[in-house]
C-alpha cells in the first residue's frame, strides 16, 4: 500500500508517519521510484506499537531502542529483558554506589550477577529522588511492595510465550514497557477503595452520597 | 533569606527559581521593596518537593496541582487521595463506558461510590494503549496484579499518619507520585531476577560468566 493508505488504514497521519520513518522508528518502504515506496501489514503493525509507546510517555529516543530491540532480538531471553529495560530506564549520571540497592532487594533474591547494573541503578535514582524530596517509604511498607512485586514478576515470566522468538520478544519488550501505566492506574483503585475501608465512605456506611466527596474531585476537572 | 541566598540553599539556579515563582509552583516571598522579596524555610522545601515531582517526569501542570492539594488540603483524607490522583491522572477525552474497568476491578473490592471516576479512567485509558498496541496480559498474570496491588495499597493507606493533618497530606499526595519511579525501577529488578530463575544465569549455574549475557546490554549503553 502507498503511504496514504498506511494513514488511512492505521489512522495516524501521513506527516506523522514521514517523521516516524526521519527518526528510524519505521523501517522504509520499498522504493517504487525514486519518490514512491509501498508499506505493508508489517509497518501497520509497528506503527501500532510506536503510537502505543509514545501514548504511554516513552519518549522518540527510547522508542528507537524498544523497535531496535524488537528487531534485532537477542537470542537469550535473559538478554532480551535487559536489553528492553536498557531501552527505557534513564541513564544515570556517574558513578553510584549500589551497596544499599543490593541490601534492598535481597528479599527478591537477588546475588551479584543476577540482573544487571542498570536496573540496580535505576532503583537508586528512584531512591534518590524521594529523598531528596525529603519523602521515606514506612518501614513496614517496603517489604509489602517487595513482595507484591516479586509475585507480579513471576507471573509475568512465567507468560513469557516460549512457541517462537518474536512473540517471547513481543511479549518481553512490550510487556515492560506498556503494562507500566495500567499497573500505576491499578495502584490508584486500589489506594482509593483501601482509603476508603479505611477512613470510612460509602462502604463504611459513613457517607450516605453515592461517590462521596472524591466525586466533586472528579467533576472539578 | 534573599532568593541568592535561596538558591545557594537548595542547588536550584536563580533562573529556575524565578520560572517557578512565574508558574505559580512556588509562593512569592515577602516583598521588602518594589525589586526585592525574602524567602525562608518553607521556600527551601517547597523548591526540594518541585524539583523532585519534574524529576519524576510529573509535568508543570500537574505539579501545579500537586502543590495546590498539598497548600489547601480538602479535610477528609477520602478526598485528598481523590486531589492526589486527580492532579497526575490524564484527563480523558470524551465518554468512556468504565463497565469493563468496573468489572476488572471487582477482585478490589470495588463497589459503586467507592473510588472516583477519574481513576477508573485512567485504568481504561491504560487497557486502550495496550489494546491499540496489540499486546494483552495473559489470563493468569491479571489477578496477579490485582492481589499484589491490592496488598500495596492497604499496607500504604495503613501508614497514612494521623498526627496531623499536614503529614497526611504529604504522605498522600507525594507518597502517591514519588513512589511510583521506585515501584517500576524494582518491578525491573524482580523481572530480571525472574528471567534468572526460569531461563537460567548465575543462579541456575548455566552461565558460569558474572552478569552473563545481561552485562553486555548494560554495557552497551
Known sequence: MRI??????????VATIKYYLREGLLPEG?????????????????????????????????????????????ENPLDLLGAAHAAVTPAADGPVDLTAVQ?????LGWRPGLCDDTVLRGVATALAGLESAGFSVPAGVMPVYL?????IARAEIAGVPTDSIESAVRYVVLGTVLVEPLLLALRRVAEQIA??????????GQNEQPGG???AVAGER
Open 103 to 107: 541490601d534492598l532487594v535481597a528479599p
Open 4 to 13: 496514504s493508505e498506511l494513514a488511512k488504514t492505521t489512522g495516524v497521519p
Open 195 to 204: 482509603s476508603a475501608e479505611r477512613f470510612g465512605g460509602p462502604a463504611a
Open 147 to 151: 513482595s507484591a512485586l516479586r509475585d
Open 30 to 74: 520499498e522504493r517504487t521510484s525514486p519518490t514512491q515506496a509501498v508499506y505493508d501489514e508489517r509497518h501497520a503493525e509497528r506503527l501500532r506499537v510506536i503510537r502505543a509507546l509514545i501514548a504511554s510517555g516513552v519518549s522518540i529516543a527510547e522508542s528507537r531502542r524498544v523497535v531496535a530491540a524488537l528487531d534485532a532480538p537477542p
Open 213 to 215: 466527596g472524591s466525586a
